[in-house]
């Protein structure tokens, strides 16, 4: 979708999956920070037209700040769009790179598991609450998130990560390689993984060889999957 800045002029162009459908958006304009509304709603006028197109150096990060829209509407579960963590900055990642989401029960933990999958190739991404994790997972995919017991002071029996990972289009969950920690787990369980959905369990007590078991893992599941892949992109569903 594109947008100008109706005092600055400036054009946006955001592509339409970072924007939530039926709702009104407010934009920070990346150059002189006046706020754009972006109106999704069928049949809504989103922005005037564009007039002369301006120099857009510096726009690497914008902001933007979800407003549920006036209308009544029935309450839903879970989080959404104007649960994202109220007007932060939306990061941007160098395209291709594959990025880790790290959920640790606490800040030190988090930044050993951010060490690790960075050893492994990944940009680890590490998120500090429920609500700014899911709203990152709805910009961004993540080719891998972990879990651990304790995130955000969540069960990962009633957790709302495991939620909202279990909603997901399985063509869209296939493409996640979840790892779960916790103190209860034997490490690369199998059945205890699938019955919580996940891709690996890893026991806490592990943590330190977090690494070797993850590489394992997700050798392992690429293997698993490589033909059902390779099929779909000769189908040119992939």
Do not use: W
């Amino acid at each position: 979708m594109e947008v100008t800045c109706e005092q600055c002029k400036t054009r946006l162009n955001i592509p339409d999956e970072k924007l939530p459908k039926d709702q009104v958006v407010k934009i920070g304009c990346p150059k002189c920070k006046n706020r754009i509304t972006v109106d999704t709603r069928p049949g809504q006028e989103t922005a005037p037209p564009a007039q002369a197109p301006e120099d857009l150096e510096g726009t690497g990060t914008f902001h933007l700040k979800f407003i549920e829209p006036k209308r009544e509407k029935a309450p839903e579960q879970g989080y959404g769009y104007s649960d994202y963590s109220d007007d932060k900055a939306l990061e941007f990642y160098d395209e291709g790179a594959k990025l880790a989401l790290v959920m640790g029960h606490d800040p030190e933990q988090g930044q050993k598991i951010k060490a690790v999958v960075e050893d492994l190739g990944y940009r680890g991404v590490v998120t500090p609450n429920t609500r700014d994790a899911i709203g990152k997972m709805r910009f961004h995919h993540f080719d891998l998130v972990l879990l651990s017991e304790g995130f955000d002071g969540q069960p990962l029996d009633n957790s709302p990560i495991l939620n909202h990972m279990n909603r997901l289009p399985i063509s869209v969950r296939r493409r996640v390689f979840l790892g779960l920690l916790g103190e209860n787990f034997k490490s690369m369980d199998n059945m205890m993984a699938f019955s919580m959905s996940a891709n690996a369990v890893v026991s806490a007590k592990d943590i330190d060889k977090l690494g070797p078991m993850l590489r394992r893992a997700i050798s392992e599941n690429e293997k698993f999957y490589k033909v059902f892949m390779d099929t779909l992109a000769q189908m040119g569903k992939a």
